[in-house]
C-alpha cells in the first residue's frame, strides 16, 4: 500500500539553528500538509500546499517557517530558527481528493535543546 | 472558534467488549467527520469519514453522527487488542472549499486479553 515517508524519524537540533524536515507524499496525491503535535497535545494544522503554493496556513506558521516541493516529489518543512517550543512530532500527510481525508507519514520527533 | 472536545481517556476494555468513544463540537458550520487510529509513535490513521448525520458502517466500526446535538460517535464491535491505540475525532466545515479538520485530542484505548 502506498504510504507517505518522512525523514528523519527523529531530530535533535540546539535552539537557533535552521532545520528541514523531509516528506515524500503518495505520487498521484495533489494536496500536500504539515501538521505539528506536541506532547499529549491535539495534532494541529500548519500547512496546506496545492498546485505548487501555499492554499491556506494556520496562526502558528509564521515567518520562521517555510515550505517547499523543490523537485516534484520531495516536500520540505524548514524552521529558520528553531525555538524550545518547536519541540514537537511533526506529520506530513497528502491526499489526492481531500473531502476523502489524508494520508499521515509517521512522523519527525523533533527536539530542540 | 473552532473547539472539538474529546475526553483523553484512558478508558480500558476487555477483549470482545462494545467500546464507544466520543466528540461534542461547538461549531454548527462543521460537515464533516472523521475518525483517525494512531498507534503509539506513528501519524494518523484514517478510519471511517462521513457528511452527514446518521450511522455508517464498516466492518467493525460504526460512526454516529448526531448535529443536532453536535456530537459524534464511533463504536467498535467484538474489540480486539491490536485496536489499542489512540482514537482521533476530526471535523471540518468546508469553508470556501476548505476541508482543513480540526481534531479533538484523541482517547487512548487499551483492549486487554
Known amino acids: 500500500e502506498p504510504e507517505v515517508t518522512q525523514t528523519p524519524s527523529h531530530q535533535v537540533t540546539q535552539m537557533g539553528q535552521e532545520v528541514i524536515l523531509r516528506c515524500v507524499p503518495i505520487?498521484?496525491?495533489?494536496?500536500f500538509y504539515w501538521y505539528r503535535q506536541i506532547l499529549g497535545q491535539k495534532v494541529e494544522f500548519l500547512v496546506s500546499?496545492?498546485?505548487?503554493?501555499?492554499?491556506?496556513k494556520s496562526e502558528i506558521f509564521d515567518d520562521q517557517f517555510s515550505v517547499e516541493r523543490p523537485d516534484g516529489s520531495n516536500f520540505t518543512l524548514k524552521i529558520r530558527s528553531t525555538k524550545l517550543e518547536d519541540s514537537a512530532m511533526y506529520f506530513c500527510a497528502s491526499a489526492q481528493r481531500v473531502e476523502n481525508g489524508y494520508t499521515f507519514g509517521s512522523g519527525t520527533r523533533l527536539t530542540v535543546v | 472558534q473552532k473547539e472539538v472536545e474529546q475526553d483523553p481517556g484512558p478508558l480500558s476494555v476487555p477483549e470482545g467488549a462494545i467500546v464507544s468513544l466520543n466528540c461534542t463540537y461547538s461549531?454548527?458550520?462543521?460537515?464533516?467527520f472523521m475518525w483517525y487510529r494512531q498507534y503509539s509513535r506513528k501519524g494518523p490513521e484514517l478510519l471511517m469519514y462521513?457528511?452527514?448525520?446518521g450511522n455508517k458502517e464498516d466492518g467493525r466500526f460504526t460512526a454516529q453522527v448526531d448535529k443536532s446535538s453536535k456530537y459524534i460517535s464511533l463504536f467498535i464491535r467484538d474489540s480486539q487488542p491490536s485496536d489499542s491505540a489512540t482514537y482521533l475525532c476530526a471535523m471540518s466545515d468546508m469553508t470556501g472549499g476548505s476541508y482543513i479538520p480540526t481534531f479533538g485530542r484523541g482517547t487512548s484505548l487499551i483492549v486487554h486479553p
Open positions: 462521513t457528511y452527514s448525520s
Open positions: 461549531n454548527s458550520a462543521f460537515q464533516y
Open positions: 500546499f496545492y498546485n505548487n503554493e501555499i492554499s491556506e
Open positions: 505520487s498521484n496525491h495533489l494536496y
